[in-house]
């Protein structure tokens, strides 16, 4: 009988993952007791891997406080997993096209579970303007960039999705009961479009579509977003939905999914 995967885990290894995957945008410095407890490790134990990781540059400590942050080869490493990731390679022209066209902020997201995280995106040169954070895991219910992926994502995993991570509130506008969420999941599956309205953030809507593969496969999706002074209903439908979408279908299309395919 074949072993798991599991079978093979180094714990050494395994821990090491576990301190830098505790660093998040909220705690971007992190002590030794903090990281103990958090991790529910020795301090001894800590303090040894974290010495491990600030020798091969992964982490870097504060010499004044004494906490800890990611280092540079944490960045460096991520570096080239976007470099080589193919769907932001053949994004990145177009998302800088579409954020010169509509002069708002243009971003790329995937779904990773219940969450939908930035990986590219282009700013505006507006004054006033909507930035998100690479990397950032946010809900994918309450964005555009993650329903207009939900929305093709089969039935039953959603229903296990939902079962495991609940959709929650996070702004009075948020669609967050599951028989709502689907209905407007279905509707979005239709227009192959979603609407953000102030639904992740208040005075904040945003527009996005998806983007296939060559296999057909919902991979990620493109849109913009910004201002709702100035990302009026009115000029998302009219103006900056059609934009959006012809983006992604730009990028579909270098993917290799056929022009042809309903």
């Given at each position: 009988?074949?072993?798991?995967?599991?079978?093979?885990?180094?714990?050494?290894?395994?821990?090491?993952?576990?301190?830098?995957?505790?660093?998040?945008?909220?705690?971007?410095?992190?002590?030794?007791?903090?990281?103990?407890?958090?991790?529910?490790?020795?301090?001894?134990n800590?303090?040894?891997?974290l010495?491990?990781?600030?020798?091969?540059?992964?982490?870097?400590?504060?010499?004044d406080?004494?906490?800890?942050?990611?280092?540079?080869?944490?960045?460096?490493?991520?570096?080239?997993?976007?470099?080589?990731?193919?769907?932001?390679?053949?994004?990145?022209?177009?998302?800088?096209q579409?954020?010169?066209?509509?002069?708002?902020?243009?971003?790329?997201?995937?779904?990773?579970?219940?969450?939908?995280?930035?990986?590219?995106m282009?700013?505006?040169?507006?004054p006033?303007?909507?930035?998100?954070?690479?990397g950032?895991?946010?809900?994918?219910h309450?964005?555009?960039?993650?329903?207009v992926?939900?929305?093709f994502?089969?039935?039953?995993?959603?229903?296990e999705?939902?079962?495991?991570?609940?959709p929650v509130?996070?702004?009075?506008?948020?669609?967050?009961?599951?028989?709502?969420?689907?209905?407007?999941?279905?509707?979005?599956?239709?227009?192959?479009?979603a609407?953000?309205?102030?639904?992740?953030?208040?005075?904040?809507?945003?527009?996005?579509?998806?983007v296939?593969?060559?296999?057909?496969?919902?991979v990620?999706?493109?849109?913009?977003?910004?201002?709702?002074?100035?990302?009026?209903?009115?000029?998302?439908?009219s103006?900056?939905?059609?934009?959006?979408?012809a983006?992604a279908?730009q990028?579909?299309?270098?993917?290799?999914?056929?022009?042809?395919?309903?």
């Amino acid at each position: 009988m074949k072993k798991a995967k599991s079978d093979y885990l180094i714990q050494s290894v395994s821990r090491a993952l576990d301190i830098l995957e505790a660093f998040t945008i909220g705690q971007g410095e992190l002590g030794v007791t903090e990281l103990s407890r958090k991790l529910k490790l020795h301090k001894n134990n800590v303090f040894r891997l974290l010495a491990t990781l600030e020798t091969r540059g992964y982490v870097e400590q504060d010499r004044d406080i004494g906490s800890y942050r990611l280092g540079m080869k944490t960045f460096e490493v991520a570096s080239v997993f976007l470099h080589h990731l193919g769907l932001v390679k053949q994004s990145r022209p177009t998302l800088e096209q579409l954020a010169r066209e509509t002069d708002e902020t243009a971003s790329l997201g995937i779904l990773e579970g219940p969450s939908v995280v930035c990986v590219d995106m282009v700013e505006t040169t507006q004054p006033v303007r909507v930035v998100p954070h690479l990397g950032r895991r946010v809900p994918a219910h309450a964005t555009a960039l993650g329903k207009v992926q939900l929305a093709f994502r089969p039935q039953e995993e959603l229903e296990e999705l939902w079962k495991r991570d609940e959709p929650v509130t996070v702004t009075p506008r948020t669609l967050a009961g599951v028989s709502r969420l689907a209905e407007e999941l279905a509707r979005v599956a239709e227009q192959e479009l979603a609407l953000e309205d102030e639904e992740f953030e208040l005075g904040v809507r945003g527009v996005a579509a998806p983007v296939r593969d060559y296999a057909k496969r919902v991979v990620g999706a493109l849109g913009v977003r910004g201002p709702a002074s100035r990302l009026t209903l009115e000029r998302l439908g009219s103006e900056l939905a059609p934009r959006v979408r012809a983006a992604a279908q730009q990028v579909s299309k270098r993917l290799g999914y056929p022009a042809t395919s309903a």
